[in-house]
C-alpha cells in the first residue's frame, strides 16, 4: 500500500491490511512487551517512509543515536534525547518534534522515550509531554509511533496515554492486540492476531479463538461493571489469567469457560459474540479538501445525514441530490449566501439556518477567502433498532 489520500503505508502490509493503512494525524502507541517485535515496526516505517523521500525524525532518548544515524544513514534525522543530549530538555524536545513534523508533506516522528522520559521527568511530567505533542501532531497531520513498554509504565500511564491517542497496539507473547484504533471499521477493535519475525518481517496470521474470548471477556467485564478480579473470582482463575485472556496473551480451559458462563448466566456463544457496535461514528475530513462537497457521514438508513462544503473565494455551488426533508446549514467559516426557496439569506461564521418546508438549493461564498459549511440533512427512515 503506497500513499492513497490520507492513508499511508506503515511499511508492514499486514499492518496496513489490518488497519487499512496509517491515518495522516495518526499516533500510534505500542503497548510493548515485545520490545523486539516493535523496533521491527518501528524500522519498517523507517525504511518505507525514507523509500518515499519524505522526512523522518528519530527521538532516542533510550539508545545511541550514532548506532540509529549509522543503520539508516543521513535521510533520516535522530534527535538526541538522552538526558545530557542537546533535546534531553522536555521544552525544546517539544518544539523540536512540532517544528519538524510542520512540514508539506507531514513528517513522520518515532519516539522509543517514553520509559527514560517517565524516570528523568517523573510519570506526570512525561505523560503531560505526551498530553500536548500528540494532539499537535495530529493536528499537523504527522505520523508519529511511540514505544510504550507496560510493564515499565504501568496500567496508569497507558491508560492516561490510551484516553489521547488515536491507535494503541498491544504487542506480546506472540500476538498483536487492537487496543484503539480511531477511524475504522468497529469490526477492528479488540482484534486479536498471532504476530511471527520472519527473516525480520512481521507477519500477521487471524488469531479467531483466542481474539473471541479477549473481546467476549472484556465486553462482558465492562456490561456487568465487573473488575477482572470479580470476574477471576467466578471463573475460578487469579486475576493475572483474566487479565492475560482479556489481552490475548493467553487462553482459558474449556471448563473454565464454561463454568465462568454458568456463572454469569448466559451460553458459551453469548461469552464468544462478536462485539456490538460502538454508539457513535467517527467521520474525519480529508485533509486535503476540495472544493465542492465532501460526505462525511452519508448512511440514509442513520436518520441523518452531514457534508463537508467547500467554496473557494467568490464561488457558488449546490446540493449533490434534492432532498425533502429538513436541512440544516451551519457556516463554519467564511460569509455565505444561501438560496432557499425564494430567499437568499447571508450566513457568517456560526451561524446556521433551518430549512423545513423549503429545499436549499444553493449556496455562495461572498468574500475573498474560502469558505466552509456543513450540509445535515433528516431522512425519514428509521435509526438502526426502531420499530
Request: proline share 5%.
Amino acid at each position: 500500500m503506497n500513499e492513497v489520500g490520507d492513508r499511508v503505508s506503515s511499511g508492514v502490509p499486514d499492518v496496513d491490511a489490518l488497519l487499512g493503512g496509517l491515518i495522516l494525524g495518526d499516533n500510534v502507541v505500542w503497548v510493548a512487551e515485545d520490545v523486539n517485535a516493535v523496533r521491527h515496526l518501528e524500522d519498517a516505517l523507517i525504511r518505507e517512509v525514507l523509500s518515499r523521500g519524505e522526512r523522518c525524525f528519530y527521538v532516542s532518548a533510550a539508545g545511541d543515536p550514532a548506532r540509529v544515524q549509522a543503520r539508516f544513514g543521513p535521510g533520516l534525522t535522530v534527535l538526541d534525547a538522552r538526558a545530557r543530549g542537546p533535546y534531553g530538555d522536555a521544552g525544546v524536545l517539544e518544539t523540536a518534534i512540532i517544528e519538524g513534523a510542520r512540514s508539506n508533506p507531514p513528517g513522520y516522528v518515532v519516539i522509543d522515550g517514553l520509559v527514560r522520559f517517565a524516570q528523568r521527568w517523573g510519570p506526570a511530567k512525561a505523560v503531560a509531554f505526551f498530553s500536548r505533542v500528540c494532539p499537535r501532531l495530529f493536528d499537523l497531520g504527522a505520523v508519529a509511533y511511540w514505544r510504550a513498554p507496560r510493564a515499565e509504565l504501568g496500567a496508569s500511564f497507558i491508560e492516561q496515554v490510551t484516553n489521547v491517542t488515536q491507535c494503541v497496539l498491544e504487542v506480546g507473547n506472540g500476538h498483536l492486540r487492537v487496543v484503539k484504533a480511531e477511524g475504522r471499521p468497529a469490526s477492528v477493535q479488540g482484534r486479536v492476531l498471532r504476530l511471527e519475525l520472519i527473516d525480520g518481517i512481521v507477519r500477521l496470521e487471524e488469531e479467531r479463538t483466542l481474539g473471541r474470548l479477549a473481546q467476549g471477556l472484556e465486553r462482558v467485564r465492562r456490561e456487568r461493571n465487573l473488575s477482572q478480579s470479580e470476574l477471576a473470582r467466578l471463573a475460578g482463575v487469579s486475576q493475572s489469567a483474566i487479565s492475560q485472556a482479556e489481552g490475548g496473551r493467553r487462553g482459558l480451559s474449556l471448563e473454565t469457560v464454561i463454568m465462568l458462563s454458568e456463572r454469569l448466566g448466559m451460553g458459551v456463544d453469548d461469552l464468544l459474540s462478536s462485539p456490538r457496535l460502538g454508539g457513535y461514528v467517527l467521520a474525519r475530513r480529508p485533509r486535503t479538501l476540495e472544493e465542492g462537497n465532501t460526505a462525511l457521514l452519508d448512511d440514509p438508513n442513520v436518520g441523518l445525514r452531514t457534508h463537508l462544503v467547500r467554496l473557494d473565494p467568490g464561488a457558488s455551488g449546490s446540493p449533490d441530490f434534492l432532498h425533502k426533508g429538513a436541512e440544516l446549514v451551519l457556516v463554519a467559516s467564511g460569509l455565505v449566501q444561501l438560496t432557499i426557496g425564494s430567499d437568499t439569506p447571508v450566513l457568517r461564521a456560526g451561524d446556521a439556518a433551518l430549512a423545513t418546508s423549503v429545499a436549499v438549493s444553493g449556496w455562495r461564498n461572498l468574500i475573498s477567502s474560502p469558505a466552509l459549511l456543513f450540509w445535515v440533512v433528516r431522512d425519514d427512515a428509521p435509526r438502526t433498532g426502531d420499530q
